[in-house]
């Protein structure tokens, strides 16, 4: 039951993304070429609702559904994480004007195109498993 609840609340995300044209690359164009506040102000409200939710569950020491307590691990300040992990995303998205999440948006609304950076993204993933401990963190 819970895996339904799981997937409704998934698709729903896909189609508030769809709807709100997050998933179309001509947004995405638009705000890597500054013509338009559209995703930055979409991006910036999320992140806003984001920090004030994570606020929220660390002040109220929030408990997730089975009852227990959610901890949020305090992540490690280094530099290079970020810089290398940001240029590799920012490139990919730049590249094929998608980034994970309007992957599967766009597959869901029948852009099969969209499998060929599915698949790069899963082959991605699994290159990050098998070189995680050779690169800077």
């Not at 609840?5 to 705000?31: H, N, Q």
């Not at 606020?55 to 300040?77: L, M, T």
């Amino acid at each position: 039951m819970r895996s339904l609840i799981y997937i409704v609340l998934g698709v729903l995300f896909g189609i508030t993304m769809y709807k709100a044209e997050t998933a179309s690359w001509f947004r995405i164009v638009e705000m890597f070429q500054f013509q338009s506040f559209y995703m930055y102000g979409f991006m910036g409200s999320a992140l806003i609702i984001g920090v004030i939710g994570t606020q929220i569950i660390k002040r109220k020491s929030a408990k997730d559904v089975d009852g227990k307590n959610i901890i949020i691990q305090p992540k490690d300040k280094s530099v290079s994480r970020y810089l290398f992990g940001g240029i590799s995303f920012g490139l990919g998205w730049a590249l094929i004007g998608a980034c994970p999440g309007p992957i599967f948006v766009l597959l869901g609304a029948g852009t099969y195109s969209i499998i060929i950076v599915l698949l790069a993204a899963l082959t991605g993933t699994w290159l990050y498993g098998i070189l995680r401990d050779k690169l800077p963190h």
